[in-house]
């Protein structure tokens, strides 16, 4: 397997919250390139997985960049829904990625499943595939889930995306309520992280 420490990686996402949090999942004394560097389009995400879609695009920035790649693949399921929007998440959110209109289109998914949902628990996990990739041609992938509840209203500004609709487990506050540091450590993405950082 790859013993070699990796010191140099392109994050590939045009996602500028997900930039972020992977930046800080990084340890500090590697060098990270990314699309506010190269300006690459993102491939069309035809995986029917999150690990698909995590190592599609991977191994596209990767050709791409000509660097080890790392990228992710993250949503949000909620059980009743069937689990969706799961990798259409940021799909819900429109090309100009509005994810207010993907809150409103999730509550009102639900309410037309349950009038009486805001009186109730309604389970949900975030979910990320973080993948890298080697211009080898090798790769790891790694699933990282967090289990929570839907909140019955947007709270929080801090996060991206779902973040202010997502209670976690064993939590009062939303992601968008928690200051980075807290939300880091319980996050899908960072156990997703846990799994690969043995080769930073």
Request: net charge positive; proline share 4%.
């Amino acid at each position: 397997m790859l013993q070699k420490k990796i010191k140099k990686i392109f994050i590939g996402s045009n996602n500028r919250g997900k930039l972020k949090e992977i930046a800080d999942l990084l340890p500090k004394n590697i060098k990270i390139y990314s699309n506010l560097d190269f300006k690459f389009s993102s491939p069309r995400e035809t995986g029917k997985t999150f690990q698909e879609n995590s190592l599609l695009k991977a191994k596209y920035f990767s050709k791409k960049s000509k660097k080890i790649c790392l990228s992710d693949d993250s949503g949000i399921e909620v059980d009743i829904l069937n689990k969706e929007p799961g990798i259409y998440s940021a799909d819900w959110a429109g090309k100009k990625r509005n994810f207010n209109l993907a809150i409103k289109k999730l509550y009102r998914r639900i309410l037309n499943k349950d009038k009486n949902w805001k009186n109730k628990k309604i389970k949900a996990r975030f979910v990320c595939a973080l993948t890298i990739y080697w211009p080898n041609g090798k790769f790891v992938s790694k699933i990282g889930k967090v289990e929570g509840r839907i909140s019955n209203s947007k709270k929080g500004n801090n996060g991206f995306g779902y973040d202010p609709i997502f209670i976690p487990d064993s939590n009062l506050m939303t992601f968008g309520q928690m200051k980075p540091s807290k939300k880091y450590r319980l996050d899908h993405r960072y156990k997703a992280f846990n799994k690969i950082k043995k080769f930073f």
